[in-house]
């Protein structure tokens, strides 16, 4: 029987079984050459944003990034300092890309990346073969500000995310732009007025998108989220069914950061419905969500207290949420979707190593992702301490994806 990624990952990384759940937690550490600081407890390897598509197209090399923690006026200041391909199933890293450039995305069916490098001190957004070691295609837009870029379900193409002005505190445009590897580019959003960020192609249809549309300047806005055809025939709000829990009028209470669920049905996020003055983000009243955006049914719970974080990770068959709780519940844990319908339900993985999440929405974050293969779930944990870095912890036989990955 073929071995999965965490199996092959356990015979390399230095690994032990969870107290309390039998589970096997590795600690993932490339085992060659890599980037060092002579201060250890301000640097680490870090998992990216949970956004991110950063696994290779077959399944085995993760992009991580090396960031540096600097202080500055009471807060950490993150600055990277280097990223690497680290292949999980032999411990060796590698950068195929040039040198200066910025990994923001790889393609999970081509070898192909999105990278971002300085031309004249503008941001140039390029199309990479990385097994070529060739740019098939590149495009910028000088004078504004550069957001994102995003491969598309077809694992080819790319939306790319623009914004001019100051968001939130006055009129600011936005603009998208379609890249293909052949080179044609083409304006595929134009709107003033809004602030457009956090693109992310629906996983099964390489012509529908979602991304969130932020009144800019700001004013009460019950949904920013929309879903959008490639070339603007709709483009609706993520639907809210008659009687489901709505967010409150807090500014940043909406659905904002969001993943899909593999199969395209579903939008995962979390919500406020309160409104609040605290600058602790865990005085929120956070509800998890996760809504059928074609006909807007939320099976949507309440986080009982700890059990926010921040971000979340979506199993490859569309089942579970993995996520990692604080304080007075240290875990790293499922839920399952389905049975969010009865109301919350949580599964523990295995203790997460120490790590204090901030409540100012700063970071470091723990930006879980399920493998591709869903044989564990990889993390960021235990920050500024000697063994901070990256974890994996494998998943439960009856919650292993038995599907082998494919491209």
């Known amino acids: 029987m073929k071995k999965s990624i965490f199996e092959k990952a356990a015979e390399i990384f230095v690994g032990k079984e969870d107290p309390e759940t039998g589970l096997k937690l590795l600690r993932v550490s490339p085992l060659d050459e890599s980037p060092s600081s002579p201060d250890s407890q301000n640097t680490l390897w870090q998992t990216p944003y949970h956004q991110v598509q950063c696994f290779t197209p077959d399944g085995n090399g993760i992009c991580l990034n090396y960031v540096e923690w600097e202080s500055g006026n009471g807060k950490p200041k ?3 300092r280097s990223q690497a391909i680290l292949d999980l199933t032999t411990g060796k890293t590698s950068y195929p890309f040039p040198e200066n450039s910025y990994l923001a995305h790889l393609s999970n069916i081509f070898p192909l990346a999105i990278l971002i490098r300085m031309e004249n001190e503008i941001p140039l957004v390029c199309i990479y073969d990385y097994s070529q ?5 590149s495009f910028s837009k000088p004078g504004w500000n550069l957001q994102e870029a995003h491969f598309m379900a077809d694992g080819r193409n790319v939306v790319i995310s623009y914004y001019l002005g100051k968001y939130y505190d006055e009129l600011c445009k936005s603009r998208f732009y ?3 590897p052949e080179g044609k580019s083409e304006e595929i959003l134009s709107m003033d007025g809004y602030f457009c960020n956090h693109v992310q192609g629906c996983p099964t249809d390489a012509g529908l998108y979602s991304y969130n549309r932020w009144p800019s300047p700001k004013k009460p806005c019950e949904v920013v989220h929309h879903i959008r055809e490639l070339y603007g025939t709709f483009d609706i709000e993520l639907p809210q069914k008659k009687g489901v829990v709505k967010p409150g009028p807090l500014w940043g209470g909406q659905r904002d950061h969001y993943l899909w669920t593999p199969d395209g049905s579903r939008i995962a996020s979390y919500f406020s419905p309160i409104a609040s003055d605290s600058k602790n983000h865990f005085d929120y009243g956070w509800w998890l969500s996760v809504m059928d955006w074609r006909t807007g049914e939320d099976l949507a719970s309440p986080y009982p207290p700890d059990r926010w974080s921040g971000h979340f990770a979506v199993s490859k068959d569309s089942r ?3 996520m990692v709780g604080r304080k007075t519940f240290p875990y790293v844990f499922a839920v399952e979707i389905e049975k969010l319908r009865n109301g919350w339900n949580e599964r523990i993985l295995c203790r997460c190593p120490e790590s204090l999440v901030r409540p100012d929405n700063v970071g470091p974050f723990h930006m879980p992702f399920c493998l591709p293969d869903q044989s564990g779930v990889i993390f960021t944990a235990a920050w500024h301490k000697p063994e901070g870095g990256v974890y994996i912890v494998e998943l ?9 990955y494919k491209k």
Do not use: G, I, V
Not at 133 to 137: N, R, T
């Open 133 to 137: 070691k060739k740019e098939l295609a």
């Open 320 to 322: 579970y949420l993995f």
């Open 396 to 404: 439960p036989h009856d919650m292993h994806h038995k599907k082998e």
């Open 78 to 80: 993150k600055k990277y």
């Open 178 to 180: 379609l890249l293909t």
